[in-house]
């Protein structure tokens, strides 16, 4: 499928106009990754926060997140010469999603219910209400919509980006993760405790649910091919349940035992799928 017949419809002008220089600056890091990949080395050790919890990246302003849930700040490390600084956040930050367009960095406060909006250019601060125990955070860079699961309330926060206003979008049970296809502006969530996902129309947040394997725990996403794969977090299941994001129909593809997070390589359309119990790696062939 080339990429003009991927990107077409009615996304096609904002992705082509909003992330076109990200996406050649993205490709770059990659090739000069895969060409030094035989002298890679540690290079330095950069002291963070109280148990650094996650971690993002802006590849345009080369700037690194990371949320430390214990002292409940963010470390802002400069890519560049490695100096840091602190911004404080709300409590228990566990997730860090960035808007690479907007310069704007949203991070997810488990312990106050709320959102850190981080101003990428002035580190300054935007507290967003959230629901309850904000869990994970994804962001569609061509609409400016965050989404924020609350694993308490079994629901979303979908905020706007440009007026941080909210809107709450009941989903399934404890939901886990969330990740978006930005060609076809659906979120997909993943509902810990009621075995499915959640598909978010973006345009109207109009909802379908689409059963899936048992304790679903993450989620990904190939735009270009359409096809969403979730891993059941759960011995007796252990495998990945893919959905066809044209039709929502499913299938499963086994894998190790106790799957649990997954990675997506949209270029070389393999899946990877670590196994927290069998010590392994499943390397799926899209």
Same mark, same amino acid.
């Given at each position: ?5 991927? #990107? +077409?419809?009615? @996304? ?8 076109? +220089?990200?996406? *050649?600056?993205? #490709?770059?890091?990659? *090739? ?46 400069? /890519? ?9 956040? /709300? ?26 909006? *981080? ?29 924020? $699961? ?6 979303? $926060? ?9 809107? $709450? ?18 979120? =997909? ?32 996403? &190939? ?12 011995? /007796? ?8 994001? /044209? ?9 190790? &035992? ?9 270029? $070389?359309?393999?899946? =990877?799928?670590? &196994? @927290? ?10």
């Amino acid at each position: 499928m080339s990429m003009r017949t991927m #990107l +077409s419809g009615k @996304f096609a002008a904002g992705i082509a106009r909003r992330m076109s +220089s990200l996406l *050649i600056v993205t #490709l770059l890091v990659g *090739i000069v990754s895969v060409n030094g990949a035989y002298a890679q080395s540690v290079t330095t050790t950069v002291a963070a926060g109280t148990i650094p919890f996650a971690v993002a990246i802006n590849p345009v302003t080369n700037k690194i997140y990371v949320a430390n849930q214990g002292s409940n700040n963010v470390t802002v490390i400069d /890519g560049a010469s490695n100096a840091t600084t602190t911004v404080a956040v /709300g409590a228990s930050p566990r997730a860090v999603a960035i808007n690479p367009v907007t310069n704007k960095i949203y991070v997810a406060n488990a312990g106050s219910d709320n959102v850190t909006v *981080i101003d990428g250019a002035s580190n300054t601060t935007t507290p967003v209400a959230a629901g309850t125990t904000p869990y994970s955070v994804a962001i569609n860079p061509v609409t400016n919509k965050i989404y924020v $699961t609350n694993f308490v309330s079994n629901n979303v $926060t979908v905020i706007d980006g440009t007026s941080n206003t909210t809107t $709450t979008v009941a989903v399934g049970a404890n939901p886990r993760a969330v990740a978006i296809n930005p060609v076809t502006n659906k979120i =997909y969530v993943a509902n810990g405790n009621s075995n499915t996902v959640t598909v978010i129309d973006g345009a109207s947040n109009a909802t379908t649910t689409v059963a899936v394997n048992a304790s679903p725990w993450a989620i990904a996403i &190939n735009p270009v091919t359409n096809k969403i794969y979730v891993t059941g977090f759960n011995t /007796g299941s252990n495998n990945v349940t893919v959905i066809n994001g /044209g039709n929502n129909t499913t299938f499963t593809v086994a894998a190790g &035992n106790t799957p649990n997070a997954i990675a997506i390589n949209p270029v $070389t359309n393999k899946i =990877y799928v670590t &196994n @927290f119990v069998s010590n392994n790696v499943t390397v799926i062939d899209g």
